[in-house]
């Protein structure tokens, strides 16, 4: 996979750039559990806040409104469990996880959303050695009885948020912006596209935010990213459209509409070119239980 696939596969973007303080509600470890997660048993008392889980053992499905995601063994999730519709686990197949369940402050003393609207934040993490020893780290902190335990459990915390977004800008499956990018304007450029991928996004926007003539701004991002703004663009929604399409098990029509193409013939022909096959094909692909190994071609 080169480095464009590691820039632009996101699954979602955790955005850590207000985090000053977390408060841990609970921080737990479950061995061979039957565990039903639902909004209320996995929440507990909390009604504003996340839940973290890393999941060790079985699978689980959890429902959302509008879409659904599979955890395996090594998958991590952070979402608000109160938008939980239910969840599955496989019949008489118990699973083993770890659970903080935790709220993120900023400056002002007030919740801040590190979601940014969305259900979750997925990643999954071939070496998970560091992560499982923040979090057991995390969990003696959590248990201690020492004066200072509050504070160590809000440093563990957020040591542990940063290393999955950390970790992630060197996994193939999950990225930010600032990976591979240098040049401040197409960064920021590049994390706008990144927030406003439902919207229809103008490369001239994009531009005048930057404070640049539309033809200057697209030779830099051209040099930064190696495609132009366009292409970048297309790009993103077409990789955000496989995600909906393989963790969400999202409609066709659904998945166009969510991310902003005029109608399903222009989606579809999109993801055709970017991809090489029709957003059916991929879709059946998956159901079968493997992802295609797809090339990106210039549009």
Do not use: W
């Not at 699954?11 to 921080?27: A, P, Q, R």
């Not at 061979?32 to 639902?38: A, G, P, R, W």
């Not at 609207?117 to 780290?137: G, L, Q």
């Amino acid at each position: 996979m080169d480095d464009f696939d590691k820039i632009m596969y996101v699954f979602n973007i955790m955005n850590l750039t207000n985090l000053i303080g977390v408060k841990v509600y609970s921080c737990v470890k479950r061995e061979n559990s039957k565990t039903y997660f639902t909004s209320q048993n996995i929440a507990g008392s909390i009604r504003t806040g996340y839940v973290l889980l890393i999941l060790t053992k079985g699978t689980i499905r959890f429902f959302f409104k509008d879409r659904q995601i599979s955890m395996k063994k090594g998958d991590i999730i952070c979402l608000d469990p109160l938008k939980i519709v239910e969840s599955q686990t496989e019949r008489n197949k118990k699973v083993s996880y770890f659970l903080l369940s935790f709220s993120p402050y900023g400056s002002d003393g007030k919740l801040i959303d590190i979601l940014e609207e969305r259900p979750f934040f997925f990643t999954h993490h071939v070496n998970s050695d560091k992560i499982f020893a923040n979090i057991r780290k995390l969990i003696g902190s959590y248990d201690d009885d020492n004066a200072h335990r509050k504070m160590r459990c809000s440093i563990g915390a957020m040591n542990l948020l940063e290393m999955l977004v950390k970790e992630g800008e060197g996994d193939t499956r999950i990225s930010t912006a600032s990976f591979k990018i240098t040049h401040p304007k197409i960064r920021h450029a590049v994390e706008t596209i990144y927030r406003n991928y439902k919207k229809v996004i103008e490369v001239n926007d994009l531009a005048k935010t930057a404070c640049m003539h539309p033809a200057s701004f697209s030779r830099l991002f051209s040099a930064e990213t190696g495609l132009s703004p366009r292409q970048y663009i297309l790009h993103f929604k077409i990789r955000k459209a496989k995600d909906f399409i393989h963790l969400y098990d999202a409609p066709l029509q659904f998945t166009a509409a969510e991310l902003g193409f005029n109608d399903y013939s222009h989606f579809f022909r999109v993801f055709k070119k970017v991809t090489g096959e029709t957003p059916l094909h991929f879709a059946r692909s998956c159901k079968k239980g493997y992802r295609p190994n797809l090339k990106l071609a210039p549009i």
